[in-house]
């Protein structure tokens, strides 16, 4: 099992771009979510998904989408990207319900410029 | 609104000595359920421990423990017998419908 995997690890975008965070998962887990950890501080929930074509905003989802066509995979757009979106992204997975373990991706490091 | 805290944003203990990392957090409910993650260098999340809020036991991980303690909100992290590959952030997170993390606390451990 490869488990969580983001591509790309890095990438560096201008202000007003716009990009796809990819995330797969081959553990077949029903609950996908996505995060953003800015320097310094916790995690904090954007979008998450509780299966394939059902997905909810979390705490800070301005400025971002997500669409969950299939169990495994959860992609994350960031549309005219601006500086405040710098940040280190992670896409995790997990089996039923929030009270499972999170299983993470190996994050992506975003930079706005 | 639920709350995560960790007070002590950096700790720091020799190799071979105990810590404990405090986490207090606020909910109205009463299932509920709480971890610590552990971030290294690595920038790789990883589940430490776990625990149900209906139980009373705290639970055990190896050299890890907890000390839960519902009425007063709190949930602290006790490492053992620490160990440089313990050096890392560590998340405490509490979940009910979603998961809700604190601002971690980086530990360094001192050989």
């Known amino acids: 099992n490869a488990g969580v995997t983001q591509t790309p690890k890095f990438r560096i975008l201008k202000i007003g771009q716009s990009m796809t965070l990819q995330c797969t998962q081959d553990?077949?887990?029903?609950?996908m979510y996505w995060y953003r950890q800015d320097p310094g501080m916790g995690l904090k929930l954007i979008y998450y998904?509780?299966?394939?074509?059902?997905?909810d905003k979390g705490e800070v989802p301005n400025g971002y989408n997500v669409s969950r066509s299939t169990t495994e995979d959860f992609p994350l757009r960031l549309e005219l990207a601006a500086p405040s979106q710098t940040s280190v992204y992670f896409c995790?997975?997990?089996?039923?319900?929030?009270?499972?373990?999170?299983?993470f991706g190996p994050g992506t490091r975003l930079t706005v410029l | 609104a639920q709350t995560v805290t960790q007070s002590q944003p950096e700790m720091s203990v020799q190799e071979a000595e105990t810590v404990t990392l405090s986490c207090t957090y606020d909910?109205?409910?009463?299932?509920?359920?709480l971890f610590w993650y552990k971030q290294p260098p690595s920038r790789q999340m990883i589940l430490v421990i776990r625990?149900?809020?209906?139980?009373?036991q705290n639970a055990t991980e190896n050299r890890f423990s907890v000390n839960f303690q519902k009425a007063a909100k709190s949930f602290s992290l006790k490492i053992s017998d620490s160990q440089l590959g313990d050096t890392a952030m560590y998340f405490c997170?509490?979940?009910?419908?979603?998961?809700?993390f604190g601002p971690g606390t980086s530990l360094s451990v001192i050989p």
């Open positions: 995790a997975s997990s089996r039923q319900g929030t009270y499972n373990e999170q299983f």
């Open positions: 553990m077949n887990h029903n609950y």
């Open positions: 998904s509780v299966g394939a074509g059902i997905t």
């Open positions: 909910t109205s409910e009463s299932n509920y359920y």
């Open positions: 625990q149900e809020a209906y139980k009373q």
């Open positions: 997170a509490y979940s009910y419908d979603k998961v809700i």
